[in-house]
């Protein structure tokens, strides 16, 4: 069968011919149909992410979407080791893999799992949304942070606030749904009219400056708990955090990741944001590619474009 490979650390993977996976218990084998090029996917091919493959040549590619030999489709995350997402076949343990709907096109789905379910599993799993609860989403201009939008008003937000540098993806936010849009120069000044009426949660993708002006805009703030949930590092990955902070206010400091949250409860937050997709018209920019042309876009980024492989 053909599969982007992995020859040897630090190479970019190859589309070439290598063995099918053979059928082993407790795990699934799937005929894959799409692979989203992620940024853990190149990072972890490269051999500089933790959760790399230790042992060489390996596939590429950390989750995807695909059929069971019973016709089934599903998404799956994380194969089993040397098997990966981006290949005509894979093994996956059963319990990294959950239904997808059949009216959901495949390659939407395989783009929108993963930046999809950050904000999904923060909101559900970590601070445990309630309907009327308004959601601060720092550092919305991202492609999870702008999903994070539409996702917490499908799960009952009455009011989401968003920040960002970039004015103008500002901008396009409020006219997407978001109540309010504050760029993070302003976001000091606003905080305490924005706490006074009211935030129940903070989904943080930045951490950094940011983060710590929110942070110490709480202290000594009556009102409800405030979950302040950490998604991402992208403005730096320390802060340095008051002890009156914690002691000063009613805040819950959580992070939301792998680890903090189970790889199968992340595996059924994918299914409920993919049956949520079909029913609400979830959506994101994305573009499809051969898998047998990934070395023609395997290094390009900074693009708000998602790139899905198509494997079959």
Not at 107 to 132: C, Y
Not at 144 to 155: F, Q, Y
Not at 171 to 198: M, V
């Amino acid at each position: 069968m053909k599969a982007a490979i992995v020859k040897n650390k630090g190479e970019t993977p190859v589309y070439d011919d290598v063995d099918a996976p053979i059928e082993q218990e407790g795990h699934f084998l799937i005929n894959v149909e799409a692979s989203a090029l992620s940024q853990l996917a190149r990072v972890r091919a490269a051999g500089t992410h933790y959760s790399s493959p230790k042992q060489y040549p390996f596939i590429a590619g950390i989750d995807g979407v695909g059929r069971l030999e019973n016709g089934q489709r599903v998404y799956f995350l994380l194969p089993e080791a040397p098997w990966g997402g981006m290949s005509e076949q894979t093994l996956v343990p059963t319990t990294h893999c959950i239904r997808v709907p059949e009216n959901l096109d495949v390659a939407l789905a395989a783009a929108i799992a993963n930046p999809g379910f950050s904000s999904w599993a923060a909101l559900t799993r970590q601070a445990k949304i309630q309907v009327g609860d308004t959601v601060l989403i720092n550092g919305a201009t991202g492609t999870s942070g702008t999903l994070a939008v539409p996702i917490a008003k499908h799960l009952g937000a009455s009011k989401v606030i968003v920040t960002g540098r970039n004015l103008e993806k500002l901008e396009q936010l409020r006219q997407q749904g978001a109540d309010e849009a504050i760029p993070l120069d302003k976001l000091a000044e606003e905080l305490p009219r924005l706490f006074n009426e009211g935030i129940d949660i903070v989904l943080d993708y930045l951490w950094g400056e940011s983060a710590t002006t929110i942070l110490n805009g709480a202290i000594n703030v009556e009102s409800d708990p405030i979950r302040f949930v950490q998604i991402g590092s992208i403005s730096g990955d320390t802060i340095q955090l008051s002890s009156k902070v914690l002691r000063s206010s009613s805040l819950t400091l959580i992070g939301s990741g792998l680890g903090s949250v189970s790889l199968e409860d992340l595996v059924t937050c994918v299914g409920e944001l993919l049956f949520a997709t079909a029913e609400k018209g979830f959506n994101l920019p994305y573009q499809t590619v051969p898998l047998s042309q990934l070395a023609h876009v395997w290094h390009d980024g900074g693009s708000d474009i998602r790139t899905v492989f198509l494997v079959s």
